[in-house]
């Protein structure tokens, strides 16, 4: 692609259940069909690594682990990952979607447990290799609705409904300060409507650094 110095990552955020990973696959597919050159990572995981550490921070059976062990896995997957793929995919001009990125570390790990945010957020930079998200699409959805949806079967989903209130808070405050980067959809919209946003938001963006789909 030439005029393009380098690839664009965009993020999926939102609470459990939300339609994250549902509209990441979407646009994924779409990117796929238009034959545009996309890496597509869940965060934690992605590399041997980060799925070994995915592993043990969603273990059910580890409802022991303290929050700041859990941030340093969640941060210590990223690094990885961030340094094993998404940076070279980011210098090949690829089109990075991330299913979670940094921003759920404010939510969860600096809001929802209550750990202190200029700490975190220069971890957070450290482990991201100063990597923001170019676009981030956060899914609302009202806490009870999303878990409705699937099965409560890991660690973090466990946790009790004023810790996922206090997140999807926390997410909704993140998205009004980054307002240029972070678009807030509603979640209880179906499948088809949300992708039609997604898609729309990403082709103008796209076409703004000079991708041609
Ligand atoms: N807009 C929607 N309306 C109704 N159901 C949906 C919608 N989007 C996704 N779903 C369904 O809700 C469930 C959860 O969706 P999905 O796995 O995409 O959410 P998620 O945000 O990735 O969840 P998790 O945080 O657990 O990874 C799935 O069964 C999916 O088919
Ligand atoms: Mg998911």
Do not use: W
Not at 78 to 90: C, G, S
């Amino acid at each position: 692609m030439p005029g393009i110095k380098r690839g664009v990552l965009i993020s999926f955020e939102g609470v459990e259940g939300s339609g994250k990973t549902t509209q990441a696959r979407a646009l994924v597919d779409y990117l796929e069909n238009k034959g545009a050159p996309f890496l597509f990572v869940r965060d934690p995981g992605s590399t041997e690594i980060g799925e070994s550490i995915r592993q043990v921070l969603l273990n059910p059976e580890y409802k022991i682990m303290n929050p700041r062990c859990e941030l340093f896995l969640f941060l210590a997957a990223r690094a990885q990952l961030v340094y094993e793929k998404i940076l070279p995919a980011l210098n090949d001009k690829k089109i990075v979607v991330a299913d979670r990125f940094s921003d759920s570390t404010l939510a969860y790990q600096v809001y929802g447990h209550n750990l202190p945010k200029r700490l975190i957020s220069i971890f957070n930079r450290f482990a991201s290799a100063g990597l923001k998200p170019d676009l981030t699409f956060l899914v609302d959805i009202d806490v009870l609705k999303g878990r409705s949806r699937g099965k409560i079967n890991d660690r973090i989903e466990g946790l009790n409904r004023i810790y996922h209130e206090k997140v999807r808070r926390a997410y909704l405050r993140l998205a009004h300060r980054a307002r240029g980067r972070i678009k807030v959809l509603n979640g209880e919209r179906s499948v088809e409507e949300l992708k039609t946003e997604v898609i729309g938001y990403v082709n103008e963006f796209l076409c703004k650094k000079g991708y041609k789909l």
